[in-house]
């Protein structure tokens, strides 16, 4: 799984997570340590470099309807199907 770059749901964690932290306060603080972000482009480029042949990606993980989270502006994380080359 890959945080998605796109997501309007992420966007809106980590500058929450940001204010949190402006107000000492630990809001989303899993961002912590989840630093990386990546369109499906990229990650797909990525894992080809790699070796890797990506076929589906699905968005999902954001507290919203199933048939938004599947855009991928929506779901906050990427998850991608990979096999070698």
């Known amino acids: 799984m890959v945080p998605n770059r796109r997501s309007l ?3 809106g ?3 929450v997570h940001r204010i949190g ?3 000492q306060r ?3 603080a899993f961002l912590d340590y989840s630093h990386h972000e ?5 990650f797909r480029a990525l894992l080809k470099e790699h070796g890797f042949t990506a076929g589906a990606s699905i968005p999902f993980g954001s507290p ?3 048939w938004l989270q599947r855009r991928e502006f ?12």
Not at 38 to 42: A, E, L, N, Y
Not at 74 to 85: D, P, Y
């Open 9 to 11: 749901v992420r966007r």
């Open 13 to 15: 964690q980590v500058e």
């Open 21 to 23: 932290r402006l107000l």
């Open 26 to 28: 630990r809001w989303f």
């Open 38 to 42: 990546d369109t499906s482009v990229r």
């Open 64 to 66: 919203i309807p199933r």
């Open 74 to 85: 929506g779901g906050s994380l990427l998850a991608f199907c990979a096999t070698r080359e």
